[in-house]
């Protein structure tokens, strides 16, 4: 079957790092996004990886590995207005769209 | 700005109620996609259409059934709702030529089914 891991839930203090992880099983791969999902808001589109490496963007950078299935969403000098859910989601061979359970980010002052 | 508009962010129907959820975007995009959203799961598409009159069956579209009359406009239809049909549903739109297939999501429609 087809799997997204994320955590469920990660703490972390303003002004800190944080980095999110997201493990995959898929039929294939067409590349992974990150999503942003405020509380009672629409997802709104992070990133894209199709290749592996660093791609970054501001504040937010995002990492893949196809080799290992893995990718990582890094967020720097956190804002409190980074609180929310990040969701990871991979393109499988029919171009599909798998998305994990998403990842809750709390930031405390 | 690019915008998807979901006609109810809320919605208390009864169960075995027809229920419509109405989705527009502005964008011209050729890819429309409804997906429900419940707690400690990924999101799920319902259906999907590629175009005008078409529509897919996604990874669970029992229980629904979409219309897409108007290339703005898709339409998900509940014929008789259920209580486990209570959950989010999401509306999204994509570019067909995007390279990156970036989704834009309306807000959510709230539905309860009672």
């Known amino acids: 079957g087809q799997n997204i891991d994320q955590p469920t839930e990660m703490t972390a203090t303003e002004g800190a790092i944080v980095q999110i992880n997201c493990t995959y099983q898929?039929?294939?791969?067409?590349?992974l996004f990150w999503y942003q999902q405020h509380a009672g808001e629409a997802p709104t589109f992070l990133s894209y990886?199709?290749l592996d490496g660093l791609e970054e963007k501001g504040r937010f950078s995002s990492f893949l590995s196809r080799s290992k299935g893995y990718s990582y969403l890094l967020l720097k000098e956190l804002q409190m207005k980074d609180s929310a859910s990040y969701l990871c989601?991979?393109?499988?061979?029919?171009?599909?769209?798998?998305w994990g359970a998403g990842t809750k980010l709390i930031i405390k002052p | 700005d690019v915008k998807v508009t979901q006609s109810s962010r809320y919605l208390v129907k009864r169960t075995g109620e027809k229920v419509f959820l109405e989705c527009v975007q502005d964008?011209?995009?050729?890819?429309m996609f409804w997906y429900r959203q419940d707690p400690g799961l990924g999101l799920r598409l319902i259906y999907f259409?590629?175009?005008?009159?078409?529509?897919e069956k996604g990874d669970i579209p029992e229980g629904y059934s979409v219309s897409r009359e108007k290339k703005e406009r898709f339409s998900l239809i509940l014929e008789s709702a259920s209580t486990n049909q209570t959950s989010m549903y999401l509306c999204?739109?994509?570019?067909?030529?995007?390279?990156?297939?970036?989704?834009?999501f309306g807000e959510g429609s709230r539905l309860t089914v009672l």
């Open positions: 989601a991979v393109m499988d061979s029919n171009y599909q769209l798998i």
């Open positions: 990886n199709v």
């Open positions: 259409s590629y175009d005008v009159k078409m529509k």
């Open positions: 999204a739109s994509s570019f067909a030529g995007a390279d990156t297939g970036e989704l834009f």
């Open positions: 898929t039929s294939g791969f067409n590349g």
């Open positions: 964008m011209d995009h050729e890819n």
